[in-house]
T-cell receptor, first 113, second 114 residues
Framework: ETGVTQSPTHLIKTRGQQVTLRCSSQ?????VSWYQQALGQGPQFIFQ???????GRGNFPPRFSGLQFPNYSSELNVNALELDDSALYLC????????????FGPGTRLTVT | DAKTTQPPSMDCAEGRAANLPCNHS???????VYWYRQIHSQGPQYIIH???NNETNEMASLIITEDRKSSTLILPHATLRDTAVYYC???????????????FGKGTKLSVIP
């Protein structure tokens, strides 16, 4: 059984640029959630995708957007990057949208300069 | 979701039991208590969850007080690899609509000391 994987591991971008982060969910999991974790803080929910549709969103602006593909893998896109977007971005998958046993990937460390 | 309160940090000697407390005095009847941990530079890892009965699995035990206003996560024989930030999360049972996100606080940083 393959766990949740994310790519890239680290990324450095310049303010104003756009970035795409990728996540492959655990085998058989149809729900993917994305979280942002600033240094010293707990992860903050960005949004969730269930069967290729956005299924809920946290307090993040529209420049944070996502996609889920038929194989349940997912992308997080962030436009017009700001310095405060520097964080660890975590992807988590679960069997169904109602399951709190979410399985997290190792994260992508994004640095915006 | 009910708010949780955890101590910011704790130490535990290697081989001893680590008891991590969590206060959730505003918990309601349909809300579960979940525990996750995050080892440095890794994603959070699910540990255990419960509603009102004590629960045990291969990783830990969860003790919930009778009034459900607090709980304790017990790692019976802490090892150095248990050094991590431990998050206590209270979440209602899924209602069948919308998303089911986890709301993390700052957690408790547990340091296991040799």
């Amino acid at each position: 059984e393959t766990g949740v994987t994310q790519s890239p591991t680290h990324l450095i971008k310049t303010r104003g640029q756009q970035v795409t982060l990728r996540c492959s969910s655990q085998s058989g999991h149809n729900t993917v959630s994305w979280y942002q974790q600033a240094l010293g803080q707990g992860p903050q929910f960005i949004f969730q995708y269930y069967r290729e549709e956005e299924n809920g969103r946290g307090n993040f602006p529209p420049r944070f957007s996502g996609l889920q593909f038929p194989n349940y893998s997912s992308e997080l896109n962030v436009n017009a990057l700001e310095l405060d977007d520097s964080a660890l971005y975590l992807c988590a998958s679960s069997l169904e949208t109602g399951r709190n046993e979410q399985y997290f990937g190792p994260g992508t460390r994004l640095t915006v300069t | 979701d009910a708010k949780t309160t955890q101590p910011p940090s704790m130490d535990c000697a290697e081989g001893r039991a680590a008891n991590l407390p969590c206060n959730h005095s505003t918990i309601s009847g349909n809300e579960y208590v979940y525990w996750y941990r995050q080892i440095h530079s890794q994603g959070p890892q699910y540990i255990i969850h419960g509603l009102k009965n004590n629960e045990t699995n291969e990783m830990a035990s969860l003790i919930i007080t009778e009034d459900r206003k607090s709980s304790t996560l017990i790692l019976p024989h802490a090892t150095l690899r248990d050094t991590a930030v431990y998050y206590c999360i209270v979440r209602a049972a899924y209602s069948g609509a919308g998303s089911y996100q986890l709301t993390f606080g700052k957690g408790t940083k547990l340091s296991v000391i040799p």
